[in-house]
């Protein structure tokens, strides 16, 4: 009996260490064991707030959207993050004579900007160079495709041009979890057919109990079986089928208000290799490739791909990511594919 209740211990401490471990308990959160991720980094943090990233940027709940951010000046004296009152990255108004379209980017981490100071968020480089957009930003950290539809559609009854996608595969798999930086609006596609399903409803703080009193030997299972399904034909099918139908969806929301809807894809870091030249070059995830051709062989869906302007700024001495998103360089290029994707034309 001993012997067993000490064997069960040193399990627990093991499995305890384990999902302390970077990525390892990304697989709960699809599962839907519990609000694993933020709830660990609010314990390690000593935050209560699981909704706040630490050191950057703190989030708030949303019955709609699930989370935006915290509106107020954030980030550091080197890369100020400036949050609007509606809890998207700030645009800074560029003063110009005449109409002005407006133009609308909806996106997650990298199309907010992340770990780059406001002036040189690409949505805000845009803004500079075409001063006769309106250029809102509704990005917003670690969203899906689902998110970026309800966000466009909440943004609908606001006159709109062009509702632009910035298209990166780490999202793809966002579209089928309930919950990332925290719990997360969601659909479900059932025959073909799209069906929507809130955030849940839950305590802040009673998550963070339950994740620090709650057995890990429990959630060791659901990470197996995700890492052992990660990359199967069933799991490929499932965010594909999904995605195309989220991606369909924009494009169809953003058609009944009379915008222009325009897909961008963009590569990130683990995308890049090396080819036979060694020069860069980019591979994109089956899922991702696949869903984005479905989509963009629609003729009234304006769809660019920002590859081979990155892998050329690359080739010519442009630093890629820092920790893990794009560097205020990459950040010029995206802008530049934008700019030239935008069916509104500058003078």
Known sequence: MVIALLTLLALEAAARIALRLPGVAAGLDRKGSMPTYWARMSQLSGDPDPLR???????????????????????TDAAPVTVDDDGFRHVPDVPHDGPRERVVVFGDSYGWGDEVGDDDVWANVLARRRPDLDVDNRSMLAWGHDQMVLALEADAPRALDAAVLLYVSCDTSRNTQWFDAWFRPHFVLTDGVLRYEPPREVDADAAVRHFRFRPRLFDLPAVVTDYAGAGSDARDAEETALTEA????????AATVGATPVVLRAPIGRELVTGADGRAAFRYSKVADTAYAAVCADPAVHCVDAAGSVAAALDGGARFEGVGHWTPAIQAVIADVADGALPVRGP
């Open 53 to 75: 990233r630490p050191a950057t940027v703190p989030l708030v709940a949303d019955a709609t959207l699930g989370w935006r951010a915290r509106p107020g000046r954030w980030g």
């Open 246 to 253: 989220l991606l369909r969806r924009f494009v169809t929301s």
